[in-house]
């Protein structure tokens, strides 16, 4: 049997054990969890649990919310499955906003709006896909109106 070595620490695992040491997670770990969290933003049922709960009147959970206002960057929010969470991430910077999540009918407002623009979002993508079959794959009709 051959032995082991034990190989070199590269800089990145280095950075890594010590976000590990510092925070007791590792840098992948928080993406994940931070990820999911800013991704369960967009839901505004949960927004007005989080606001039911006090967390908004804490000003460390504020500041937290607003250092995870960097998933808003490209190179982040390219992770995110809901856009919808980073608009409702910049909403919550503002005060008005975090004290509107508390009445159960702001909440039943915002979601029905959200719920709004899904619908639309979806049918306007059904009629464009039935337009460009309608049209033909290179999206040029003749007069008569066949693909070409």
Do not use: C, I
Not at 82 to 104: C, G, I, S, V, W
Not at 119 to 134: C, F, I, L, P
């Amino acid at each position: 049997r051959r032995a082991v070595r034990p190989r070199a620490m590269s800089e990145r695992d280095a950075r890594s054990g010590d976000e590990t040491a510092r925070t007791g997670v590792s840098q992948e770990t928080r993406f994940q969890l931070e990820l999911e969290f800013v991704m369960s933003l967009s839901n505004p049922r949960y927004v007005h649990h989080l606001a039911m709960g006090n967390f908004f009147d804490d000003p460390s959970f504020v500041a937290y919310l607003a250092y995870l206002t960097y998933w808003q960057s490209p190179s982040y929010a390219k992770f995110l499955h809901y856009p919808h969470a980073l608009y409702f991430l910049d909403q919550l910077q503002r005060l008005e906003f975090r004290k509107a999540m508390q009445n159960p009918r702001a909440v039943e407002f915002v979601f029905t709006q959200q719920f709004l623009f899904w619908q639309k979002h979806r049918s306007d993508q059904v009629e464009m896909t039935n337009t460009k079959v309608e049209k033909g794959d290179d999206g040029e009709t003749n007069e008569a109106g066949a693909s070409v």
